[in-house]
T-cell receptor, first 113, second 112 residues
């Protein structure tokens, strides 16, 4: 079945460590997005990519980095510069054309050790 | 002013009642509007989309859009305990980047 796969489901980060969250989609979608969700809050956009080898910062990009080397993959690295990384991270993708909704993966829950 | 505003709730309704969830947005040029349902600890799931003024019905769900008032709502008829979740309103920007702006969500509690 087509969908978006995020891994791992749970991730723990030590102080000073970079960690990478995986997002893979087989929906043939051009655009992919990373969101952060804190308890009781809405979704905040970290980075997005509308095409391979190109990406843009969202509202809260500081302390994060991404790459888009393949259409199917959009990994997110949470760097040591992100001082408060504990959150629920969601990856989404959308097709081209008007009125396309975003579809989400199951998310990765990141915590600090 | 927030770009997409929702009442955080909780909105509590008895089983079988109609639940009404509301959302206002600030970008007058927005073209696409979505409602997502998010159960606790899970990712958002698309339940309704609407693009034209008026009502759109899908089963027990009805989305209503009024672009002049910059207002979109979701009605859930015959509410069930399984409808208890947070409902997120999402709106595209008129800049057509494909980005969605999400409200903070309204928590719905359906009591048996």
């Amino acid at each position: 079945d087509g969908g978006i796969t995020q891994s791992p489901k749970y991730l723990f980060r030590k102080e000073g460590q970079n960690v990478t969250l995986s997002c893979e989609q087989n929906l043939n979608h051009d655009a992919m997005y990373w969101y952060r969700q804190d308890p009781g809050q809405g979704l905040r956009l970290i980075y997005y990519s509308q095409i391979v080898n190109d990406f843009q910062k969202g509202d809260i990009a500081e302390g994060y980095s991404v790459s888009r080397e393949k259409k199917e993959s959009f990994p997110l690295t949470v760097t040591s510069a992100q001082k408060n990384p504990t959150a629920f991270y969601l990856c989404a993708s959308t097709g081209t054309g008007r009125h396309q909704p975003q579809h989400f993966g199951d998310g990765t829950r990141l915590s600090i050790l | 002013q927030k770009e997409v505003e929702q009442n955080s709730g909780p909105l509590s309704v008895p089983e079988g009642a109609i639940a009404s969830l509301n959302c206002t947005y600030s970008d007058r040029g927005s073209q696409s509007f979505f409602w997502y349902r998010q159960y606790s600890g899970k990712s958002p799931e698309l339940i309704m989309s609407i693009y034209s003024n008026g009502d759109k019905e899908d089963g027990r769900f009805t989305a209503q859009l009024n672009k002049a008032s910059q207002y979109v709502s979701l009605l859930i008829r015959d509410s069930q305990p399984s409808d208890s979740a947070t409902y997120l309103c999402a709106v595209t920007l008129s800049s057509n980047t494909g980005k969605l702006i999400f409200g903070q969500g309204t928590t719905l509690q359906v009591k048996p």
